[in-house]
C-alpha cells in the first residue's frame, strides 16, 4: 500500500514507523527540514519538506497513485486543507485528518464531513480519544493502563505487581488451577522495560507491569487477585480546563454515579467558559501546584486527582503533590513515553500517552479487512488486535495449539455469538469468531498474514 503521512512530528513519525515496518510505501511530508532528516535518518521512508496542503508538493510525494493519506501536521487547517487536494486534484481513495479544535467537532456542523463538501473519512480528535482514556483509567482505578474490547464485553488491564500480589513465584498456568472461573489470561509483561508474550511456566515478581485480558464482569475480581484494593471513585479533582479536562468533566456529571469533580485551572478564560459549561463542577481559577489552592479543591479527600495539562512536569508534579495531600490516586498525562518511567518512583499510579491514544486510534482505522479494533501498546512495542475469522483463514477450524502463532503472539480473549470464551491451547477457533490478540510489534505482519486480512485495507 501506498501511503502519504502529513506530518513528521511525533503522531506522524509513529504512523511512519509501524506503516514502513509492515513494508508499505511510505511517504512523510513535512514543511520543516530537521524533522524530515530525522525521519529519513531513522525509517525506510521517504521524506519530503514542503507543505503539506499544496497541490505541487503533494504530487511530488506521490498523491496521483497514492492509496491514502494522513493529515496529522498540527494546523487543522493544513489538514482539511490536505484532503480536499488529495480527494479533489488526485482522487486519493481515503483520508484520515487529526483535527483537535472542538468548533470542527461539534456534531451541529456534521455536514461538513460530507463527501461532496470536505471529503475527509475519518476525523481523528486527539482531545475527545485523551478524554475517553483518562475516564477509563477512571472506571478501573487500580491499573495504569487500559482498554475496552468486544463491544465493552473484554478489557484490556495494565496491572503493576507488588509483594501484595497473591500470586506471586506462581507458574501462570496454575492461575486457571487456583480460579476455575475466571475469565483472565496474561498476553503480556514488562520486566525491567523488556515486554515479552509469557509463557505457561513463567512466573510474576515484585516490579512486573503485567498486561491483562479479560471479561468486563471479572475486572473487579481480577484486581483483587493481584493485590488491588477496587473502591467507587466518587470525589475527583481534575487539574487542567482545557478541551481534555472539560470532556472529563462533563462525562463524569452526565454519568450514572453521582461524582463530585472539582477542576483547577490557571487560565482565567478557560476557566470562566469551564464554569458556564458545567452544571455541577467545582471550577477554582489558580496555579495547580499551589498547596492552598489544593486543599481548597479538596485533594486530600479526592479518590483521583487527574492532571491533563499541556505540560508533562506540571501532570507529574501536580500528581506528586496531590497523593503527598492525600490523593488515593494520581493519573498523569504525559507526552514524552520516556516520562512514564519515573511513575515508580514519584508513586504516581497511572498515565496516558496522547501519541499512543492517537496512533491506536489511526491504526484502528487503517488496518486490514476484518480488524474491528486495536490499541497500541507502550511506546508501539505490541498491539491488542481485535479481528474476526475469515473462512479462508488458516485460524478457522483449527485449535489454539495447531496453528504456528510466532512466540510474540498471544490470543486473550474469543467472543463468540456474543458470549466471551476464555481461551486455552485446545480451544477451537470456528469462522465468524472474533478473537483479541496480543502481538508484539516485529509480529504484527505475520499475524496479520494469519488472520489473511492484507488482501484489501479498506
Known amino acids: 500500500m501506498k501511503v502519504i503521512i502529513c506530518g513528521a512530528g511525533q503522531v506522524g513519525w509513529q504512523i511512519a514507523r509501524q ?37 505541487d508538493v503533494l504530487d511530488r510525494a506521490g498523491a496521483r497513485d497514492a492509496d491514502m493519506l494522513i493529515a496529522a501536521t498540527h494546523s487543522d487547517e493544513v489538514n482539511m486543507v490536505a484532503c480536499q487536494v488529495a480527494h479533489s486534484v488526485f482522487n486519493v481513495p481515503r ?26 473519512d475519518v476525523v481523528i480528535s486527539p482531545e475527545l480519544e485523551v478524554a475517553e482514556a483518562a475516564l477509563q483509567r477512571i472506571a478501573a482505578p487500580s491499573s495504569f493502563d487500559t482498554e475496552s474490547f468486544f463491544g465493552g464485553k473484554a478489557q484490556l488491564l495494565g496491572i503493576a505487581i507488588s509483594e501484595d500480589c497473591a500470586v506471586l513465584n506462581t507458574p501462570l498456568r496454575q492461575l486457571s488451577d487456583l480460579f476455575p472461573t475466571l475469565g483472565t489470561i496474561i498476553v503480556g509483561v514488562r520486566r525491567k522495560d523488556r515486554l515479552f ?38 470525589r475527583i479533582v481534575i487539574l487542567g480546563g482545557g478541551a481534555v479536562g472539560l470532556t472529563v468533566a462533563r462525562k463524569l456529571e ?36 499551589d498547596a492552598e489552592l489544593m486543599r481548597e479543591a479538596g485533594v486530600d479527600k ?4 487527574v492532571a491533563v495539562t499541556d505540560d ?30 519515573l511513575m515508580p518512583a514519584l508513586n504516581i499510579d497511572a498515565y496516558i500517552n496522547p501519541r499512543a491514544t ?10 486490514h479487512g476484518r480488524v474491528r479494533a486495536l490499541y497500541s501498546i507502550g511506546d508501539s512495542e505490541a498491539e491488542i488486535i481485535e479481528a474476526q475469522v475469515l473462512s479462508t483463514s488458516p485460524l478457522a477450524g483449527n485449535t489454539i495449539r495447531e496453528i504456528e502463532f510466532p512466540e510474540g503472539v498471544l490470543v486473550g480473549g474469543i467472543l463468540r455469538g456474543g458470549r466471551y470464551i476464555k481461551p486455552d491451547s485446545k480451544t477451537r477457533l470456528e469462522e465468524g469468531d472474533v478473537i483479541a490478540i496480543f502481538a508484539l510489534t516485529p509480529d504484527i505482519p505475520q499475524v496479520e498474514r494469519l488472520l489473511q486480512v492484507s488482501i484489501d485495507f479498506f
Not at 323 to 336: F, M, P, R, T
Not at 358 to 367: A, M, Y
Open 358 to 367: 492517537t496512533v491506536s486510534s489511526i491504526l484502528r482505522h487503517i488496518r
Open 254 to 289: 452526565a454519568g450514572a454515579h453521582r461524582v463530585r469533580v472539582r477542576i483547577i485551572e490557571r487560565d482565567r478564560q478557560k476557566a470562566e467558559t469551564a464554569a458556564d459549561m458545567l452544571q455541577r463542577t467545582i471550577v477554582l481559577n489558580g496555579d495547580g501546584l
Open 312 to 341: 508533562d512536569k506540571t501532570n507529574l508534579l501536580a500528581c506528586v503533590r496531590g497523593k503527598a495531600e492525600g490523593a488515593k490516586l494520581a493519573i498523569a498525562l504525559i507526552n514524552d513515553p520516556t516520562m512514564a518511567q
Open 95 to 120: 483520508r484520515i485528518a487529526r483535527i483537535r479544535a472542538q468548533s470542527y467537532l461539534d456534531p451541529a456542523y456534521a455536514d461538513l464531513y460530507r463527501r461532496d463538501q470536505l471529503p475527509i
Open 302 to 305: 479526592a479518590d483521583a486527582i
Open 19 to 55: 506503516l514502513a515496518g509492515e513494508r508499505n510505501d511510505v511517504t512523510v511530508v513535512d514543511s520543516n527540514p530537521q524533522l524530515i532528516a530525522r525521519i529519513s535518518d531513522t525509517l525506510e521512508v521517504r521524506g519530503l519538506v514542503g507543505y503539506a496542503s499544496y497541490p
Open 197 to 234: 508474550a509469557p509463557e505457561a511456566e513463567d512466573q510474576l515478581f515484585p516490579g512486573d507491569q503485567v498486561y491483562a485480558f479479560t471479561d468486563t464482569k471479572d475486572v473487579d475480581r481480577t484486581l483483587e487477585v493481584f493485590g488491588k484494593v477496587v473502591a467507587p471513585q466518587e
